[in-house]
T-cell receptor
């Protein structure tokens, strides 16, 4: 299957700082990438849909000014958590669409663990 | 509103036996369904998918069954192995967006 990478895998930061997470599709081009958040023992929560060359589409309740998304190329989307606070500590996962089995399938990155002190 | 539901948060199965994970959906426009497997602190891994034109898709030890009239799909793992212990998410798509269930934690007991 297609490979999606995320960097960094782990980040610890102080409250008030900004953190950038990268999501890359390694062996395919992705016009659409997705950003999810997962709290412990909970399901994946879709935060936003990242579209190459245009503005991201945010889900209800997700602050677009706090979670900045940039999809500058067909293989890279970035999520920047601005002025991070302890409640932003979570597991952030990106995914990218690729064709498989004749239909688009989402392939997920390995996730980024963010801890805000 | 949860459009994709996995009503069993956990399941324990003896090694070698069959594991059956269930998923229900509410939107009849969904026409593509997927199962993902997730280990702690890792991203979900795509397992198997099925289109609404089929009622069964098999890949090795994994088989997905789709019952469109009941809006129900299931994942069968046989024989179950300890390495299958993970959280399994089902997902459904009817267009641009994928909707995920809340996951079922499978424990395969050696």
């Amino acid at each position: 299957g297609a490979v999606v990478s995320q960097h960094p895998s782990w980040v610890i930061c102080k409250s008030g700082t900004s953190v950038k997470i990268e999501c890359r599709s390694l062996d395919f081009q992705a016009t659409t990438m997705f950003w999810y958040r997962q709290f412990p023992k909970q399901s994946l929560m879709l935060m936003a849909t990242s579209n190459e060359g245009s503005k991201a589409t945010y889900e209800q309740g997700v602050e677009k000014d706090k979670f900045l998304i940039n999809h500058a190329s067909l293989t890279l989307s970035t999520l920047t958590v601005t002025s991070a606070h302890p409640e932003d500590s979570s597991f952030y996962i990106c995914s990218a669409r690729d064709w498989g089995e004749g239909r688009e399938t989402q392939y997920f990155g390995p996730g980024t663990r963010l801890l805000v002190l | 509103d949860q459009q994709v539901k996995q009503n069993s948060p956990s399941l324990s199965v003896q090694e070698g036996r069959i594991s059956i994970l269930n998923c229900d959906y509410t939107n009849s426009m969904f026409d593509y369904f997927l199962w993902y497997k997730k280990y702690p602190a890792e991203g979900p891994t795509f397992l198997i998918s099925i289109s609404s034109i089929k009622d069964k898709n098999e890949d090795g030890r994994f088989t997905v069954f789709l019952n469109k009239s009941a809006k129900h799909l299931s994942l069968h793992i046989v024989p179950s192995q300890p390495g299958d212990s993970a959280v399994y998410f089902c997902a459904a798509s009817g267009g641009n967006q994928f909707y995920f269930g809340t996951g079922t934690s499978l424990t395969v007991i050696p």
